[in-house]
T-cell receptor, first 115, second 113 residues
Framework: GAVVSQHPSWVICKSGTSVKIECRSLDFQATTMFWYRQFPKQSLMLMATSNEGSKATYEQGVEKDKFLINHASLTLSTLTVTSAHPEDSSFYIC???????????FGQGTRLTVV | QKEVEQDPGPLSVPEGAIVSLNCTYSNSAFQYFMWYRQYSRKGPELLMYTYSSGNKEDGRFTAQVDKSSKYISLFIRDSQPSDSATYLCAMSLYGGATNKLIFGTGTLLAVQP
């Protein structure tokens, strides 16, 4: 149990376009999901907390208009990188936890390359 | 000072060795402790979860938490080349699905055949 799935695994897009990344909890409901960004050989950097039915909470320094988060159902959160630029190229990962559990379960990650 | 400190390595060991990975933390209020394994270009995979102090064993893996020293460890016995990955410690103040995890920087482990 506790499977989190991300899609796509990798995506290449042109500068100025928008890209949507999906995060799904497959066997549990998640009122909260977390979105991370990871640079090569670095740890996870929390970007935002996605809350079902309400606005996401962004970490300091993360542009909310650049990284749009929508958590429309108890099993799906989406991260949209708007007007992408090469500096947005990174590895994006989501996580979620079943109710009452402290440990987080991660998606496979999405490698975004902006050209 | 970071809340969670972890030696980034790299740590290189021969196959069959016992590996010791460690993290120290500054906030004595942390209660929930986790170890994740992350292969290159993959999401982190939960290895071990411990609440409060004590030891927990699962196969070749043993997690230890010493809250008095604010120190946690992961031991890997009979290490295999397939154990080569980055190991991340993580901890949180509270249980429950809405609580943020604080991560260490990760230790890169290479097990040489």
């Amino acid at each position: 149990g506790a499977v989190v799935s991300q899609h796509p695994s990798w995506v290449i897009c042109k500068s100025g376009t928008s890209v949507k990344i999906e995060c799904r909890s497959l066997d549990f409901q998640a009122t909260t999901m977390f979105w991370y960004r990871q640079f090569p050989k670095q740890s996870l950097m929390l970007m935002a907390t996605s809350n079902e039915g309400s606005k996401a909470t962004y970490e300091q320094g993360v542009e909310k208009d650049k990284f749009l988060i929508n958590h429309a159902s108890l099993t799906l959160s989406t991260l949209t990188v708007t007007s992408a630029h090469p500096e947005d190229s990174s590895f994006y990962i989501c996580s979620a936890s079943p109710s009452g559990r402290a440990e987080a379960f991660f998606g496979q990650g999405t490698r975004l390359t902006v050209v | 000072q970071k809340e969670v400190e972890q030696d980034p390595g790299p740590l290189s060991v021969p196959e069959g060795a016992i590996v010791s990975l460690n993290c120290t933390y500054s906030n004595s209020a942390f209660q929930y402790f986790m170890w994740y394994r992350q292969y290159s270009r993959k999401g982190p995979e939960l290895l071990m979860y411990t609440y409060s102090s004590g030891n927990k064993e699962d196969g070749r893996f043993t997690a230890q938490v010493d809250k008095s020293s604010k120190y946690i460890s992961l031991f890997i016995r009979d290490s295999q080349p397939s154990d080569s990955a980055t190991y991340l410690c993580a901890m949180s103040l509270y249980g429950g699905a809405t609580n943020k995890l604080i991560f260490g920087t990760g230790t890169l482990l290479a097990v040489q055949p």
